[in-house]
């Protein structure tokens, strides 16, 4: 089992920054695709970031292209997402996942953190 456990999150201004962590613990990680998504009020979940096993691959969402950064260090198991230039469409409950295997592209996210909030304000 994985248990996966999200901070960073906070009240912040448009056009400032947080950066988000994600611990893992239960099963080493540094083979399986890691993740961010958010749900923000009223709307579905959707996706942010995810990043490989090692690192070097990166996707993000159209919305976030440009503004933040996924990255990981496999030796605290611990995944990142840098939030730039925030705006009030970001606030959020924000995410951590992982798969159960080592495959990538991901198909099926099946371990989730409880969620950070992130709000931005104007």
């Known amino acids: 089992q994985v248990q996966l456990v999200e901070s960073g999150g906070g009240l912040v201004q448009a056009g400032g920054s947080l950066r988000l962590s994600c611990a893992a613990s239960g099963r080493a990680m540094s083979n399986r695709a890691m993740a961010w998504f958010r749900r923000a009020p009223g709307k579905e979940r959707e996706f942010v970031a995810a990043?490989?096993?090692?690192?070097?691959?990166?996707y993000y969402a159209d919305s976030v292209k440009g503004r933040f950064t996924i990255s990981r260090d496999n030796a605290k198991d611990t995944v990142y997402l840098q939030m730039n230039n925030l705006k009030q469409e970001d606030t959020a409950v924000y995410y951590c996942?992982?798969?159960?295997?080592?495959?990538?592209?991901?198909?099926?996210?099946?371990?989730w953190g409880q969620g950070t909030q992130v709000t931005v304000s104007s």
């Open positions: 996942a992982a798969p159960s295997n080592s495959a990538w592209p991901v198909i099926n996210y099946e371990y």
């Open positions: 990043t490989n096993g090692a690192g070097g691959a990166r």
